[in-house]
């Protein structure tokens, strides 16, 4: 079956351009993260949703960043005005609401500022 | 100090060998605890996930958990060199944390 997909897998953009990264869940998973992999550290947790309930934004490292998720399903994440140290892999993974510590991850976008 | 340490290797070790890999907490409120293994340019998939304090077994992998210590292991037995990937600890008590990883090779 398929699995959480993202794209694009590779971004790469000038400092100060905006950006946008897409999120398709396993269908059917009402619940869906965003999470931020950068070289040695561990996974920092970004934004959640959980159905039509208001997410969780509280990983959010500045205002720059934003997501949405639109019917339930697709979501995008979005940086405003990139900085270098926004370079880092963003993870997006699903899960059921009932198993939300069993997280199913996509392969990440690669998103490298220059 | 970070609520999740792991130490990032690199670790090398030849085929048949046995990992031990590692994690150490300081949130007593972690009560769930996942290993996770991502291949290079994939994201992270479950491998292992224990609830309570001892040992879990699957196949060649056997996860411990000390939470009098606030210690978890991973051991992989007959190390593969298909099991080479960054492997990611995590527990879960009001909020989830994930360990920074540790990169293994198996070399053939």
């Known amino acids: 079956g398929a699995g959480v997909s993202q794209s694009p897998s590779n971004k790469v953009t000038e400092k100060g351009k905006d950006v946008e990264l897409r999120c398709d869940p396993i269908?059917?998973?009402?619940?869906l993260y965003w999470y931020r992999q950068s070289l040695g550290q561990g996974l920092e947790f970004l934004i959640y949703?959980?159905?039509?309930?208001?997410?969780?934004k509280s990983g959010l490292p500045s205002d720059r960043f934003s997501a949405e998720r639109t019917g339930g399903s697709v979501s995008t994440l979005t940086i405003q005005r990139t900085q270098q140290e926004d370079s880092a892999v963003y993870l997006c993974?699903?899960?059921?609401?009932?198993?939300?510590?069993?997280?199913?991850f996509g392969p990440g976008t690669r998103l490298t500022v220059l | 100090q970070k609520e999740v340490e792991q130490d990032p290797g690199p670790l090398s070790v030849p085929e048949g060998a046995i990992v031990s890999l590692n994690c150490t907490y300081s949130n007593s409120a972690f009560q769930y605890f996942m290993w996770y293994r991502q291949y290079s340019r994939k994201g992270p998939e479950l491998l292992m996930y224990t609830y309570s304090s001892g040992n879990k077994e699957d196949g060649r992998f056997t996860a411990q958990v000390d939470k009098s210590s606030k210690y978890i292991s991973l051991f992989i037995r007959d190390s593969q060199p298909s099991d080479s990937a960054t492997y990611l600890c995590a527990m879960k008590g009001n909020d989830m944390r994930f360990g920074a990883g540790t990169r293994l090779t198996v070399k053939p």
């Open positions: 993974a699903s899960s059921l609401v009932v198993f939300r510590d069993i997280k199913y």
């Open positions: 269908s059917g998973h009402t619940a």
């Open positions: 949703f959980q159905g039509n309930s208001a997410p969780d």
